[in-house]
Structure formats: C-alpha cells, structure tokens
C-alpha cells in the first residue's frame, strides 16, 4: 500500500522535489522500509494529492519528486467540534475519531466539572495528523490550545450555530434531571436548523455532564441549538463520535 503523507511546508506542484519533515522521513525508512524511487502519495487541503517519488532518503532527511495529481481540492464541511478535557485515552480517541469524521477543527475546553484540566496539545495534533493520513482525507484538522468554554463562548463567531449535547432535565430532585426540560433528539433539531447556515459546532460535556449554571447560560444564547443523544448516558467519547456521525448525516457530507 503506497504511504500517504501530509505536506505542511509549502504548495505542492508538478515536477518539484520538496524536502519531507524528518519525522516523515523516519516514518518512511525506519518503520516501512521505504528507499528512493519508491512511491508516496502526497497531500494537502490547498493543493490536492500528488503521486510522487522518493528521490533522497537519508536518516533524518529526504526528498521527493512530484508526479501526477491525483485529486483536486474539494469541499469539506465547516464543522467544529468543543469537548470537555477527559481522561488521555479518551482525548485521543476523540481527537482520532473527531478527524476520520470530517471535523475541520478540535477544541478542547474545560468546565466547571471537567476531568482533565490539561491536554497535551502536540500529542493530539499528532493523532489527527496520523488520522488523517490513514482516513483519505486531503485537510488536517485545526487542534486548538484548551480554555475556559466560557472563554471559548465570549468571542463565539455569531454565524456559527453551536449544537448543545445536553443529555439533563430540569428536575434538580431527579439523577441527571429527570426526564422533564429533555432537548429535542438531535437529528429532529438539526433538521429543524437545515437552512439557518452552514457553520456548525458540536459540544460535549465532561463525564459528570454540565453544572446547573452552565447549562441555563448555553441555552440562554441564541446560537445554541440543545439536542439530546437518546435515552442512554454516554461516555464522552462515544457522545462526541455519535454528535458527529448524526450531524454529518442531516447536515453534512454524507447526505
């Protein structure tokens, strides 16, 4: 199977030979054996993907010569997903399964309950770039520096609507609220949302849910569209791939 590589450092062109990051070039020699004039596929959301041949392979530098494109730039949905700081393996599978889902950027926040209050952010850049090398993808997802949601909401574009998992009710007595103030289910909602923009965001909750507090101050903004993900408390990381696969599915690419 020929490689995919992300290339970072500049347009990719027909006939160039650009130089590979040395941990590519690592990748390339170390871990699949790769020597010159074999082939590599590269990519990147401006330019497409490029057939190309490694023309230098070194031990921590190499290059490659650019053939044929490939595939042309396309579309991608205008989709941002904001999750609470959990636990690091549940950072990674989100972060991993956030890009094979189409999410252009990855945000984590933290809240008043958040778990994790900390997020090793070149690590997770890391698996999305991994992610998105194996996923056929052609755009690398932003990874953004964790803050406060509060911080994240206070400069919020105002064209970008922001779908609310809030899986509580409004009965303070009742485990998670009981069953009475639940949001509308999430495609019901979103497909209610069809033509007010094409700029989304989705946003999970820590393992313990949203304070009372943060809930009333996400369904008191007018860009905030609350949804509930069904009957079931979910883990934070199958909350964020199911808010995902259900938006991409009314709203997104897979229509």
């Known amino acids: 199977?020929?490689?995919?590589?992300?290339?970072?450092?500049?347009?990719?062109?027909?006939?160039?030979?650009?130089?590979?990051?040395?941990?590519?070039?690592?990748?390339?020699?170390?871990?699949?054996?790769?020597?010159?004039?074999?082939?590599?596929?590269?990519?990147?959301?401006?330019?497409?993907?490029?057939?190309?041949?490694?023309?230098?392979?070194?031990?921590?530098?190499?290059?490659?010569?650019?053939?044929?494109?490939?595939?042309?730039?396309?579309?991608?949905?205008?989709?941002?997903?904001?999750?609470?700081?959990?636990?690091?393996?549940?950072?990674?599978?989100?972060?991993?399964?956030?890009?094979?889902?189409?999410?252009?950027?990855?945000?984590?926040?933290?809240?008043?309950?958040?778990?994790?209050?900390?997020?090793?952010?070149?690590?997770?850049?890391?698996?999305?770039?991994?992610?998105?090398?194996?996923?056929?993808?052609?755009s690398l997802p932003h990874v953004l520096d964790m803050r406060p949601l509060t911080e994240r909401l206070g400069d919020w574009p105002s064209e970008r609507r922001l779908m609310f998992c809030d899986e509580a009710g409004d009965d303070e007595t009742q485990e998670w609220g009981g069953a009475e103030g639940r949001a509308a289910p999430a495609l019901e909602a979103l497909n209610a949302s069809r033509s007010k923009t094409d700029k989304w965001a989705v946003l999970i909750g820590p393992e313990g849910g949203f304070s009372p507090g943060e809930r009333a101050a996400l369904r008191a903004k007018p860009f905030v569209t609350p949804v509930t993900l069904g009957p079931r408390i979910l883990r934070a990381d199958t909350a964020a791939i199911a808010a995902l696969t259900l938006w991409q599915a009314a709203l997104g690419d897979w229509r």
């Open 1 to 138: 199977m020929i490689p995919r590589l992300y290339y970072v450092t500049g347009p990719l062109r027909k006939d160039d030979v650009v130089p590979l990051l040395p941990e590519r070039v690592h990748y390339l020699r170390t871990v699949l054996r790769r020597k010159p004039g074999d082939r590599v596929l590269l990519f990147n959301g401006n330019d497409g993907e490029f057939d190309a041949e490694i023309a230098t392979l070194e031990k921590k530098t190499g290059a490659a010569r650019i053939l044929e494109r490939k595939r042309a730039p396309q579309a991608e949905p205008d989709l941002w997903l904001l999750f609470a700081g959990v636990k690091r393996a549940a950072q990674e599978t989100i972060v991993q399964k956030a890009t094979e889902l189409g999410a252009s950027h990855i945000v984590p926040v933290r809240t008043e309950r958040t778990v994790a209050a900390k997020a090793n952010i070149e690590r997770l850049r890391l698996i999305a770039l991994e992610a998105t090398e194996q996923c056929d993808r052609l």
